[in-house]
């Protein structure tokens, strides 16, 4: 099993903020700079799907990224509630951060991956799709947690918005795109950041909106797809180490600990196979590829991320979801990153 780099600068970072507690960046700070980081990575990740790959995979992409998303959010929170006895709400906001699966991880494991077929579309899709869902949700259970007087329509409310504006504002980003593509890299990067903030301006996903925008322009020719990797590679480390500084390791209790590695067992053990596994049933795909697409389920900077929303807007336990959240993505890195080039290998290529 090889670590991956991911969670080597997680821990590292981390370590150095204990070390010298200077450095780390106000929770504010943090969260800007991975929302750049993450809008480089999805764009990156939907231009490298293209339209084309994408179209075939389509129905497992969106069930996964939706479905998925929502069904392991509530097992994630029932378990939370039930096994640790914590309220629903704050339950339900483990379960919003926890459920999403992570770009940067999924596109840097998979990146020197053999991976034939539908497979490695439906992974990086999926952890492109999932990402605006996540949020959405996440947004719209802290604006129930911060406004007790709010019903839970304000949840509905909000990811309906996120979710539709942001379609809406890719797809237009996407036909501008075609015009500005082979325009060069800082051109282009300017849309992506127009486009971004249209969305977020209009309360839509600006991470929906960047994808989709991918999506739409990834078939067209360019000069500079490497370049474009780089930077989304570089985002990818800054991301991680970013949000290491933020994590204080002497702080975290054993408790802590124990419950982050039994949620991101049940996660990874008895949540996703099930979901994953329903909602993939009517897919065909080798058995093989379908063990590796569950098994693929990544945790990474998003869930991270998700939690500093918590932690910035005060919610009841932020600290405590902030800290288990950081377990979870922890182990998920170490464990099922680390085994995933072996399990391409056995499950995947074998299987052809």
């Known amino acids: 099993m090889s670590i991956p780099p991911a969670a080597?600068?997680?821990?590292l970072a981390a370590i150095a903020s204990d070390v010298l507690p200077g450095i780390a960046p106000s929770i504010k700070n943090a969260e800007v700079i991975v929302t750049v980081a993450l809008v480089v990575i999805l764009y990156d990740g939907g231009a490298a799907i293209g339209w084309r790959r994408f179209k075939p995979a389509a129905v497992p992409v969106v069930t996964l990224g939706v479905v998925g998303t929502f069904a392991t959010a509530g097992a994630v929170t029932l378990f939370v509630h039930w096994v640790?006895?914590?309220?629903w709400l704050t339950a339900g906001l483990l379960g919003a951060a926890v459920a999403p699966t992570d770009p940067a991880v999924v596109f840097s494991v998979l990146g020197g991956q053999h991976v034939p077929g539908r497979t490695r579309t439906i992974l990086e899709g999926e952890s492109g799709a999932n990402d605006p869902v996540?949020?959405?949700?996440?947004?719209g259970l802290i604006a129930l947690a911060t406004h007790p007087g709010d019903s839970f329509w304000v949840v509905v409310r909000t990811f309906a918005e996120q979710m539709s504006i942001g379609l809406v504002v890719g797809l237009a980003g996407g036909?501008?795109?075609?015009?500005?593509?082979?325009?060069g890299i800082l051109r282009m990067s300017a849309v992506i950041a127009a486009v971004f903030i249209a969305a977020d301006v209009a309360h839509g996903s600006g991470f929906l909106a960047v994808f989709v925008m991918g999506l739409a322009v990834g078939d067209i020719d360019t000069d500079s797809p490497e370049l474009l990797d780089r930077v989304s590679s570089?985002?990818?480390?800054?991301?991680?180490?970013?949000?290491?500084?933020?994590?204080h390791l002497a702080a975290i209790g054993g408790d802590r600990w124990l419950q982050g590695l039994a949620l991101a067992a049940f996660g990874a053990l008895l949540a996703r196979p099930v979901i994953a596994g329903a909602l993939l049933a009517p897919v065909h795909l080798r058995h093989g590829e379908r063990l590796f697409v569950i098994w693929g389920g990544l945790k990474g900077a998003v869930p991270i991320l998700l939690a500093t929303f918590a932690l910035r807007h005060h919610v009841d336990d932020a600290s405590r979801i902030y800290e288990t959240v950081?377990?979870?993505v922890l182990?998920?890195?170490?464990?099922?990153?680390?085994?995933?080039?072996?399990?391409?290998?056995?499950?995947v290529v074998r299987s052809e």
Do not use: N
Not at 84 to 87: D, K, S
Not at 134 to 139: E, R
Not at 331 to 341: E, F, R
């Open 8 to 11: 080597v600068l997680l821990v």
């Open 234 to 247: 570089l985002a990818e480390i800054v991301a991680f180490i970013t949000l290491g500084l933020t994590i």
């Open 134 to 139: 996540g949020i959405a949700l996440m947004l």
């Open 175 to 183: 036909w501008v795109g075609h015009r500005f593509r082979r325009a």
């Open 331 to 347: 182990a998920s890195v170490i464990v099922q990153g680390g085994t995933i080039p072996a399990a391409a290998r056995r499950l």
């Open 84 to 87: 640790f006895g914590l309220g």
């Open 326 to 328: 950081f377990v979870v």
